[in-house]
């Protein structure tokens, strides 16, 4: 995936050698790369030896739930959820929900309808890589990750609100 930003020590950055491949579900499974499957084929393929755990991702779609992964948690590197359209917000909740209820601790990833202006609010969420679409700039989406950070709201990223931030630091 050659659009791709990733979260590395906090800072955002272009992922030019990202390793990962989204397989499509009849599609057959590429020899070494590491490859993100639906969630339906990633039950199928459990239980899967440790060994090789670390070589699959999972994409959860927006009507999946998050609970569908939840045995597998601890052990699966990276979760993409997709972003059919850039209206679609549901992805926005799986990911809040995979950091704080879940404890998620991967790599969580951003697919689909991807765009700058969303990128922001995705970070807040805990999403920590994002696949920007094919016909956008990932250097032009960079910068929306550095343009405005300050939210008021607690979210995944600040669990305290502005004001208790604020007024921690008195």
């Given at each position: ?20 491949v989204l397989v499509a ?16 084929r990633w039950k199928k ?93 990932a250097a032009d989406a ?29």
């Amino acid at each position: 995936m050659k659009n791709t930003l990733g979260l590395v020590d906090g800072i955002a950055t272009h992922l030019t050698d990202d390793e990962w491949v989204l397989v499509a579900d009849r599609q057959d499974l590429p020899g070494e790369a590491r490859k993100i499957v639906s969630l339906e084929r990633w039950k199928k393929m459990m239980p899967m030896d440790r060994s090789e755990a670390h070589r699959y991702g999972v994409l959860l779609r927006p009507d999946d739930d998050p609970d569908g992964i939840l045995p597998w948690i601890d052990r699966v590197p990276l979760i993409a959820l997709q972003f059919p359209s850039f209206r679609d917000g549901r992805a926005y909740s799986q990911a809040n929900l995979l950091r704080t209820r879940y404890q998620f601790k991967g790599d969580l990833r951003a697919v689909g309808d991807v765009l700058r202006d969303q990128l922001v609010l995705m970070r807040h969420c805990g999403f920590s890589s994002f696949v920007v679409r094919e016909d956008k700039s990932a250097a032009d989406a960079l910068k929306g990750l550095a343009v405005f950070d300050l939210i008021y709201a607690r979210s995944v990223t600040n669990p305290e609100p502005l004001y208790r931030r604020r007024g921690s630091k008195s």
